[in-house]
């Protein structure tokens, strides 16, 4: 009896996975559909076009940084201006600026040598920059984002046509490596189901979304949310900038920015748990029960119908079946729009156990040291979750 019990809940929880996953990956193929492409706007004259800023916060970014500088600097744009904030380098980021800033007259660099109290880096950065700025326009980026040419233009072009007060983009992501393919395939894959970016336009939707590789501000709609000192001790500053535009009535939007942008988020799998330790458990709010939740989810949906799937039968297997190829495909799917091959799909599960414990190490190391190190500072628990929006 208690055998078939236990086979019981467990045919009814892949049958909840079943369809979870159909639902969602129609939800997905239909959306990613309705999303704009930059490629496709058409670009406004020189004279319809706003003044722009381009703002971003580096911290040790020598390696990276001459690369995206040099693709911002070289922007098909009539007015705009870049704004970099240096915070406290201590490798060469400061010489490079220098080099740049003499030659350039669109490049402003400021240097920070002191972090005041109740900021991380990255924000008092971006509010440095804002504050120097003069831009109708304000965009949040980072300093390993590579830029076509056309692509600021395009993109103001996209905002103005659709009455956007604030537009993120979905960059290219530059991956090597089968681990790091596979685990970014599968990010890429939660980040869409998560955010479901198709609904952000939609005024009735609470759906939101924010970049850190780009987002397009009115400023005047950035002044209105509060600018990043509502952000301070935000860690996920680029969603819940998102957020704040969302929840004070603004227009958002998002779109395809295709090869026109472009990223190497982390080198290799271990840099990757490396940059997202301090990041995962703050997406949950430090709410431990909210953290458990989110991963069990994931292992329940993206592991376990594969994991069952040879010991089970009957109604059980289908489910499981019905679950793990829907997986497979979505990933698939998603791994060729990102130019790879449709292979990856098959990491599916294998992607969702590295997601999983790249979250539980995120949660565990915050709760045992109480806090975490940013950019060599340390910032204690109890500070960042009364600083969360």
């Not at 336009?201 to 590789?213: L, Q, V």
Request: aromatic share 10%.
């Amino acid at each position: 009896m208690h055998l078939l019990t236990l086979h019981a809940a467990l045919t009814a929880l892949l049958g909840a996975a079943a369809c979870a996953w159909v639902i969602l990956a129609a939800q997905t193929a239909l959306g990613v559909r309705r999303l704009p492409r930059l490629s496709s706007v058409t670009p406004l004259a020189d004279g319809a076009l706003p003044s722009v800023s381009l703002l971003f916060s580096a911290r040790d970014e020598a390696e990276k940084m001459p690369a995206a500088l040099r693709s911002m600097l070289a922007l098909d744009y009539p007015t705009y201006e870049v704004i970099v904030v240096d915070d406290r380098s201590g490798d060469a980021t400061p010489e490079i600026l220098r080099e740049f800033a003499a030659t350039c007259k669109h490049l402003q660099a400021i240097r920070v040598d002191e972090l005041p109290s109740g900021w991380l880096g990255k924000p008092h950065g971006l509010q440095t920059a804002y504050e120097r700025s003069r831009g109708e326009w304000l965009v949040f980026t980072d300093a390993d984002v590579r830029y076509e040419p056309k692509a600021l233009r395009l993109a103001v072009s996209l905002a103005l046509e659709r009455g956007y007060d604030h537009l993120t983009l979905f960059p290219h992501m530059e991956m090597s490596g089968v681990w790091e393919k596979t685990v970014l395939t599968f990010f890429g894959v939660s980040f869409l189901l998560y955010t479901r970016p198709w609904s952000v336009p939609n005024p009735a939707s609470r759906t939101y979304i924010g970049i850190g590789a780009f987002q397009l501000l009115r400023r005047s709609a950035y002044e209105r949310v509060g600018t990043h000192r509502r952000l301070a001790l935000e860690v996920v500053d680029d969603m819940k900038l998102g957020r704040l535009v969302k929840e004070a009535g603004l227009r958002s939007g998002t779109a395809l920015a295709e090869d026109l942008l472009s990223i190497r988020w982390q080198e290799g799998f271990r840099n990757i748990i490396r940059g997202t330790e301090k990041n995962f458990f703050a997406t949950t709010g430090y709410r431990l029960g909210t953290a458990l939740a989110q991963y069990l989810a994931v292992l329940l949906l993206n592991v376990l119908p594969f994991l069952v799937l040879p010991f089970v039968s009957g109604w059980a297997r289908g489910f499981a079946a019905v679950a793990a190829s829907v997986a497979v495909l979505t990933s698939a799917a998603a791994a060729v729009r990102a130019g790879e091959s449709p292979l990856y799909g098959l990491t599916h599960p294998l992607g969702a156990l590295m997601v999983a414990y790249m979250g539980l190490r995120s949660t565990v190391k915050t709760l045992r040291q109480k806090g975490i190190y940013w950019r060599e500072t340390f910032y204690p628990l109890s500070e960042l979750r009364r600083g969360s929006v």
